[in-house]
C-alpha cells in the first residue's frame, strides 16, 4: 500500500512538473526547428553554453541549465530543465561523470552529445585518490584540450542543421584560433610568477589539468567535488606544505566555501585572495572586468580564465 502511494505520488509530481513548465516558457522562439524555426539547445555548465553559443551563433537558441556559481557536480534538475531536455532538439553536457546523476539520464537521450567524448584516453587525468574511480572531468583547465570540444559541437550542430554548415564550421575555426592565442598568454603570464613561488593552493581538485598545461603545482583542501571533504590529516598536510613553501596568497573558489580556506591560511599565516577563482562555472554574463588594461566579459570561458590567471600571478609574483 505503501509503495502504491508513493507510485501515485511521484507520477502526480511528475505530471505536476511538467505541466507546470510549458514549452514556452523554456524557448522564446514559437517556431520548431522542422518547420523553420532556430535549432533548440540544452547545455548544462556556463563553459559549454559559452562554447555553443559562439559556435552556434545567430542560428541556435539556447537554454542553459546551470547558472554562474552553481556546482556541477550536485546539480539536481528544475522543472524547466525536465521540459528544455525533453524538447531541445539536441543537448549538450559535459561527461566524465561531471554532471553526476544527471549524467546518467543524458546517456539514454539519443539526442544528447558529451562535449569530451572525442577526447584521447591519454590526454585525461586519472585521479590519485581510492574512492575515485572515474577520470577527473575539470578539463577546460587546458584550453588546447577545451579546444578539442570545439569539433564535437561543430558536426553535431552541422548533422542536425547541414543547411548552416559552413557558418557553424568558420566560427568553430575562428574559435579555436582565440584559444590557442588564449594558451599562449596563459603560459606568457604564469611564467611571471618566479619559479619557486608557483604553486596554486585552493579548495577543490579543478585545476589539474590547469597545473598539467602551465607548470605550476596545485594543491586542494577537498577532492574532485567541493563536497569531497579533506579531512583533518589533508588540512594539516597543506598547512605545512604552505609554510613550508611560503606561498604568499591561497585562493577560494565560487563554488565552494571561503571560510575553510580562511581557517587554513590563519593557521598557515598567509593571507587569502580577496576574489575568488572560477572553478565550475564562468561569472555571470556580461559583467565586465578590467585587468592589465584589457577588458572581458567574466562570464565567458575566455574571461573566466583571464579573471583567474590574472588573479593568481598578481598574488603569487
Ligand atoms: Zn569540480
Request: overall charge negative; some cysteine.
Amino acid at each position: 500500500m505503501k509503495s502504491f502511494i508513493f507510485r501515485i505520488t511521484t507520477i502526480f509530481l511528475a505530471v505536476f512538473l511538467l505541466t507546470n513548465c510549458s514549452e514556452k516558457t523554456v524557448w522564446r522562439s514559437t517556431e520548431p526547428f522542422e518547420t523553420g524555426g532556430k535549432l533548440r539547445v540544452t547545455a548544462t555548465t556556463t563553459m559549454i553554453q559559452d562554447l555553443v553559443h559562439i559556435i552556434g551563433g545567430e542560428d541556435v537558441e539556447i537554454y542553459g541549465m546551470m547558472a554562474d556559481g552553481i556546482d556541477p557536480h550536485s546539480y539536481t534538475q528544475r522543472a524547466s530543465d525536465v521540459t528544455a531536455m525533453t524538447t531541445a532538439d539536441l543537448i549538450f553536457y559535459n561527461g566524465l561523470h561531471l554532471e553526476a546523476t544527471l549524467q546518467r539520464k543524458l546517456e539514454n537521450l539519443e539526442n544528447a552529445h558529451a562535449v569530451t567524448k572525442k577526447l584521447n584516453q591519454d590526454a585525461l587525468i586519472q585521479p590519485s585518490e581510492e574512492n575515485t574511480k572515474y577520470a577527473d572531468p575539470h578539463v577546460w583547465g587546458d584550453p588546447l584540450l577545451w579546444a578539442k570540444t570545439i569539433t564535437v559541437v561543430v558536426d553535431v550542430l552541422s548533422k542536425k542543421d547541414p543547411a548552416n554548415e559552413s557558418r557553424y564550421s568558420s566560427r568553430g575555426a575562428a574559435y579555436r584560433e582565440e584559444l590557442a592565442a588564449l594558451n599562449t598568454w596563459v603560459k606568457s603570464r604564469i611564467g611571471e610568477i618566479p619559479a619557486e613561488q608557483r604553486y596554486l593552493v585552493t579548495s577543490h581538485d579543478a585545476f589539474m589539468y590547469f597545473s598539467k598545461a602551465f607548470d605550476i603545482e596545485v594543491r586542494a583542501i577537498n577532492g574532485l567535488a567541493p563536497g569531497d571533504k579533506g579531512g583533518p590529516k589533508k588540512v594539516a598536510e597543506l598547512v605545512d606544505f604552505i609554510k613550508e613553501k611560503e606561498i604568499k596568497m591561497i585562493f577560494p573558489e565560487s563554488a565552494a566555501n571561503r571560510k575553510g580556506v580562511k581557517a587554513i591560511a590563519q593557521d598557515a599565516g598567509t593571507t587569502v585572495s580577496e576574489h575568488e577563482l572560477f572553478a565550475d562555472a564562468c561569472g555571470k554574463r556580461g559583467d565586465m572586468e578590467t585587468a592589465h588594461g584589457e577588458t572581458y566579459d567574466i562570464g565567458t570561458y575566455i574571461g573566466m580564465i583571464k579573471h583567474n590567471v590574472n588573479l593568481v600571478v598578481d598574488g603569487l609574483k
